[in-house]
């Protein structure tokens, strides 16, 4: 009788013991299971807003058909074309460009005085609200010194442009070689075009792109 009683109560017990390790592997399941989903769920904004901050994002800046030119003589300056459009926000002025594979990048304009073609540095260039600025042949364009020889025709680099507050676009840009047809531009500058500007161009300047 009394190990009847005794085994009565060894299984009550075990019953109480099996019951209580049940639920508390479900609710560490539960915990388990939750726990990255909540996390991952308050992570996603974080990194959303992370990324729509980042410089290369700048707001309502789009930086469009880029492409750089080589020159036909190893050596000597290339070129790069894109344009650059502001669609919304407040004014700003282009400050920068950066090309990868080139050691130093110059924002130039092309001006005709006198039936004469002169070229000298750009500082800045204004971007008005809905408006768009070209970099192409004939016009302001962007040299390129010091060029890296893993630039090659029919190979990409990236062209990074800076503004007056700081913000960034880049974009992938096609590398030419010397002579190619530029896209709504016709040829680009080629070493003839600089042949030409070199009578023209005081020599000061001149000095410059050959000694950056």
Known sequence: MRIGVLTGRNLAA??????????????LSGCGKKAPEAAASSAAPAVLASLDATPENAPGTTLTNAVVQLPTVPGHPGVA???LSQGSGPARSLVAVHVDGAGKAEMHENTMKDGMMSM????????????????????????????????????????????DNGDKASAKAKVLGAGEPVAGGGEGMGDMDMKGMDKDMDMDHMDHMKHP
């Open 120 to 163: 000298a540095p750009l500082a800045s260039l204004p971007l008005a609200a809905g408006q768009s600025v070209e970099f192409k042949p004939g016009g302001n364009h962007v040299m390129l010194f010091d060029l890296a020889p893993t630039l090659k025709a029919g190979s990409v680099t990236e062209v990074t442009i800076t503004l």
């Open 81 to 83: 074309y894109f344009t």
């Open 14 to 27: 075990f019953a109480l013991s099996a019951s209580l390790s049940v639920g508390l592997a479900a609710g």
